[in-house]
């Protein structure tokens, strides 16, 4: 996976005068749109919209310095005016580019590489467990993709859930963990900002069927999950086991993302300071080429 990653940084500089196109990108990496911003984010330490934006202002910079004119500058690099292309630069460096022009002011951005950087001697707990037929059941919505922080679309949908739907997810649940799981699917593909619509499902496993008119069903075929418990304190520990994940684990485990729903639970007791929870990532093995 880090040789795709690093054939992306290719891509990307080969095409900073183009439009990137998300799909493309996704073709490179062999992963959806969705979990590939994902993983560079944590890995990166920032979106791919923002690095690839970097790296067209540090190239344009360099242009300014070399005698360029602003106006050509600003158009070849995507922004439809000049004042656009401005204000986009002065917040990057502090400086308008005609100011860069006459000083020779001069802000660098270099092409990230990925490498593997093996550090401390900390594990990550996780079991590959091959799980058979199974449904979903719950209320679903669609929802902004967010990245970091509380959905707060998906905190109403939760609070939208009335004691009829309880009472009828109850009955269905026969399958671990017994209780309420997120499962998030459907993403919407082809963007480079964190922008975009997935499906969130609040809801529970069982082998039975859906008779309930007020609650929707998935069905997910016999499939390969990558599980991993996390115990801390909440939500600090789940969202660093996600960022391990899709950062250290993922691009070194053999494995790619497989077109499944992504679930996970979390068992909340009186105290948010040594919270239980479980991500189950569906996976598949990596073909080698």
């Not at 602003?70 to 990057?92: C, L, M, N, P």
């Not at 502090?94 to 550090?119: A, H």
């Not at 859930?161 to 399958?175: G, S, T, W, Y």
């Amino acid at each position: 996976m880090l040789q795709e990653f690093n054939q992306l940084m290719d891509y990307i500089e080969e095409n900073l005068t183009e439009q990137i196109s998300g799909k493309e990108i996704s073709k490179i990496v062999g992963m959806s749109d969705y979990h590939f911003k994902r993983m560079f984010s944590y890995m990166a330490g920032m979106s791919l919209n923002e690095y690839i934006k970097n790296r067209r202002l540090s190239v344009a910079n360099v242009e300014l310095i070399n005698g360029a004119r602003v106006t050509d500058v600003a158009f070849k690099y995507g922004y439809q005016s000049i004042e656009g292309f401005s204000r986009a630069f002065r917040e990057w460096c502090g400086f308008l580019p005609s100011e860069v022009t006459k000083n020779k002011i001069q802000k660098s951005f270099p092409k990230f590489s990925f490498f593997i950087d093996i550090r401390g001697g900390n594990s990550m707990e996780f079991k590959i467990e091959r799980k058979k037929k199974f449904n979903l059941v719950g209320v679903a919505k669609r929802v902004p993709i967010q990245f970091e922080g509380v959905n707060n679309v998906i905190l109403e949908l939760a609070q939208s859930i009335n004691e009829q739907q309880r009472d009828e997810m109850h009955q269905l649940a026969d399958l671990y963990p017994h209780q309420v799981l997120n499962i998030s699917y459907d993403f919407d593909d082809g963007h480079l900002e964190e922008k975009g619509y997935l499906t969130h499902m609040i809801g529970f496993a069982t082998t039975k069927e859906n008779s309930f008119a007020d609650l929707e069903q998935l069905s997910i075929e016999e499939s390969l999950w990558a599980i991993f418990p996390n115990q801390g304190p909440f939500p600090a520990t789940l969202q660093e086991t996600i960022a391990k994940i899709y950062s250290e684990w993922l691009p070194s485990s053999g494995y790619e993302i497989a077109d499944l729903p992504g679930i996970s639970f979390t068992k909340h007791d009186s105290s948010n300071e040594n919270v239980y929870s479980e991500i189950w990532m569906p996976i598949k093995e990596k073909v080698k080429l």
